[in-house]
């Protein structure tokens, strides 16, 4: 078994920084959800929201990244892959710099130093090294990675990761998604909680 794993909103939640960020500019009322994906429709359905959302992007992966917290179950399911000896890559869709950013910081240097400041570079904890790490400037880009790197398994929030004709049909699709809806595809798997997929991919065979 090889996993690759999605990075933002899959191991990374960033659902406090979108709602902060965008109540403070006026985009959302008080009360919405705080949730990544109901702040993004609700500011899609804004004059000019899809660029709206883009800034917010630029700071919540940029300047605001060190605020961002590790999705609950992703340490305990990556402890499960190394006391298993699973190999696992993190193969992230992720420009170096953001379009709509009011300053230019390396996106991709963030995520790192994120990683590095969680505990994912020490040798007791995850064992995790940058040689597993592979940033894609697209997401055909980023399906190309999970080929060359042989993933039996792919996890991402994002299901058009999967819907894509590129994707390769013998990688098992497991969705994150924390409203557990009911996917487009057949053979894509959907959780919402980490924990579930630790119980699909290593207890329940």
């Given at each position: 078994?090889?996993?690759?794993?999605?990075?933002?909103?899959?191991?990374?939640?960033?659902?406090?920084?979108?709602?902060?960020?965008?109540?403070?500019?006026?985009?959302?009322?008080?009360?919405?959800?705080?949730?990544?994906?109901?702040?993004?429709?609700?500011?899609?359905?804004?004059?000019?929201?899809?660029?709206?959302?883009?800034?917010?992007?630029?700071?919540?992966?940029?300047?605001?990244?060190?605020?961002?917290?590790?999705?609950?179950?992703?340490?305990?399911?990556?402890?499960?892959?190394?006391?298993?000896n699973?190999?696992?890559?993190?193969?992230?869709?992720?420009?170096?710099?953001?379009?709509?950013?009011?300053?230019?910081?390396?996106?991709?240097?963030?995520?790192?130093?994120?990683?590095?400041?969680?505990?994912?570079?020490?040798?007791?904890?995850?064992?995790?090294?940058?040689?597993?790490?592979?940033?894609?400037?697209?997401?055909?880009?980023?399906?190309?990675?999970?080929?060359?790197?042989?993933?039996?398994?792919?996890?991402?929030?994002?299901?058009?990761?999967?819907?894509?004709?590129?994707?390769?049909?013998?990688?098992n699709?497991?969705?994150f998604?924390?409203?557990?809806?009911?996917?487009?595809?057949?053979?894509?798997?959907?959780f919402?909680?980490?924990?579930?997929?630790?119980?699909?991919?290593?207890?329940?065979?």
């Amino acid at each position: 078994m090889i996993i690759g794993i999605d990075f933002d909103n899959t191991i990374v939640s960033y659902d406090e920084i979108f709602y902060e960020e965008a109540l403070s500019r006026g985009l959302i009322r008080s009360g919405t959800e705080k949730r990544k994906m109901v702040v993004r429709d609700n500011i899609r359905k804004l004059p000019d929201g899809d660029i709206e959302w883009q800034k917010l992007q630029a700071v919540a992966y940029g300047q605001r990244m060190k605020e961002a917290r590790i999705i609950s179950g992703v340490r305990e399911f990556l402890r499960t892959c190394a006391i298993n000896n699973i190999m696992f890559y993190i193969i992230s869709h992720k420009t170096e710099f953001a379009n709509y950013a009011e300053t230019k910081i390396n996106l991709r240097s963030e995520a790192i130093g994120w990683l590095k400041n969680k505990g994912f570079f020490k040798s007791n904890e995850f064992d995790f090294s940058l040689n597993n790490l592979y940033f894609a400037f697209t997401r055909p880009e980023k399906i190309e990675y999970i080929k060359q790197l042989k993933c039996t398994h792919f996890i991402d929030d994002l299901e058009e990761t999967f819907l894509d004709a590129s994707f390769p049909v013998n990688v098992n699709k497991i969705l994150f998604n924390k409203s557990c809806k009911n996917a487009s595809l057949k053979d894509i798997s959907v959780f919402s909680k980490w924990e579930h997929i630790t119980k699909h991919l290593f207890h329940e065979n």
